[in-house]
């Protein structure tokens, strides 16, 4: 039942938002049309652009996407990647989906400030570099730029640009143990939203990640996701107690034990 | 050649100007995150030898990058300090 709250075109609006969410969640399926905008006009009472901006706002939101001429359909759902240390390959297979990438660009470059620091090399150093458009299911995800040092695997690419870089590093034992990705939010450029093929929402997740194995830094990459098709999961756990010097956690004359780490802390 | 994490534990300490420059050290996922008294006390070089993968201040905020070997150092902190 539409129950259409009559009070003033905002609440029409979030109305015809609210049954539009609902009908997504509960009846339709992943590339099913949405009622046409003129039976939703009907059923709420309320005017075309209401109708409008409601659909809008879910296509904006990733919900729903238009294709032109063809309708408003719904849109498939944001995969969930967890911030672990896997390769987007991976992480999409996990969810169902087929990863794609198309190879826009491959050299052998000299190693940006940036990147040097990262992988702990001197600047210039030669670095293989790697720009990626990342595709699931077909759909453009995210924009990714890798860089290795050449001295690390100097026939990293001969062979062209391996589907997985980290199982390139593997097959020389060179194995992935541990990294640091910092994710900012940030408007896609219009080359971004170009080659995302971003029509909605012009937000974006950019990312910069180091891979090491053991102490040696393997690759520097840098990305961004589509903001509309991407969400992050993170694990959380209890945060480590913090240490404090026994000098001020004891009193002058107290005999407390030391340093503040308690028996059966979490890991 | 690689050094122990006692050993680490031990420079860290150094690098951040000695545990009575320290006011308390926070241990994350893969770093250190120290508040110190004097950060012109700070030696980040030093820090680097010791087996840091990146040392960033902040103020009187040094955060020390070692990577998954964060617990054992962090209780061989807890004994230094």
Redesign the interface.
Known sequence: MVRARDRGSEHKYLAVRAYLSELVANELSVGDAVPSERSLTERFGVSRMTVRQAVDALVTEGILERAQGRGTFVAPPRADFEMRLTTFGEEARRRGLTPGADILETAVVPAPRTVAEAL?RDVATPMHFVLRLRTADGTPMSLEETWVPVDLAPDLLSDGVPESIYGALRARGLDP??G?ETITAADATPQERETLQMQGSHAVMRTSR?T?GG?A?LMYSRASYRGDRYSVFVPLRE??P??????RASAPAATTP????PEGSP? | M?PSDADIAASILAGLGG??N???????T??LRSLVKDPALVDPALLRRA?A??VMINGRVVQV?V??RV?TI??D???L?
């Not at chain 1, 913090?242 to 000098?247: A, E, K």
């Open positions: 702990d143990t541990w640091e180091r090491f102490d830094p945060a480590r913090t240490l404090v010097p026994r000098t030391a340093g503040r780490v890991r | 690689t545990v009575e320290i006011d308390e050290i926070d241990p994350c893969t770093r087996g993968f990146g990058v990577g998954p617990d962090a209780s902190l807890a004994e300090m």
